[in-house]
């Protein structure tokens, strides 16, 4: 049963930064591609972020280009998405999962969509 586990959100400031960590458990971790997902209130679920099976090939949504950085350690099967110089418009619950990746506007899809972890938290105050 695959189960993951993310944190690391919390409440910072405009232009400050955080670091979110996602643990997996239940699945052989190399062999997918893992993204980070995220919901606001009102909205619908959207892709931030995905990274390949490796880690070499990654993507983002327009809007956390240049500020957002997807990694993973394989060994731990544990993925990160840093984040910097964050913005009201970031706040919202992260979701991590395992997905395909796009390289379009949609980002990742779930491979998973009746499944999701508990997400953390992340709110940016202006």
């Known amino acids: 049963q695959v189960q993951v586990t993310e944190s690391g959100g919390g409440l910072v400031q405009a232009g400050g930064s955080l670091r979110l960590t996602c643990t997996a458990s239940?699945?052989?971790?190399?062999?997918?591609?893992v993204a980070w997902f995220r919901q606001a209130p009102g909205k619908e679920r959207e892709g931030v972020s995905c990274?390949?099976?490796?880690?070499?090939?990654?993507y983002y949504a327009d809007s956390v280009t240049g500020r957002f950085t997807i990694s993973r350690d394989n060994a731990k099967t544990t993925i990160y998405l840093q984040m910097n110089n964050l913005k009201p418009e970031d706040t919202a619950m992260y979701y991590c999962?395992?997905?395909?990746?796009?390289?379009?506007?949609?980002?990742?899809?779930?491979?998973?969509?009746?499944?999701w972890g508990q997400g953390t938290q992340v709110t940016v105050s202006s």
């Open positions: 999962a395992p997905a395909s990746c796009s390289g379009g506007s949609t980002v990742a899809d779930a491979l998973f969509p009746s499944y």
């Open positions: 239940g699945l052989d971790f190399d062999h997918y591609a």
């Open positions: 990274s390949g099976r490796s880690g070499r090939s990654t």
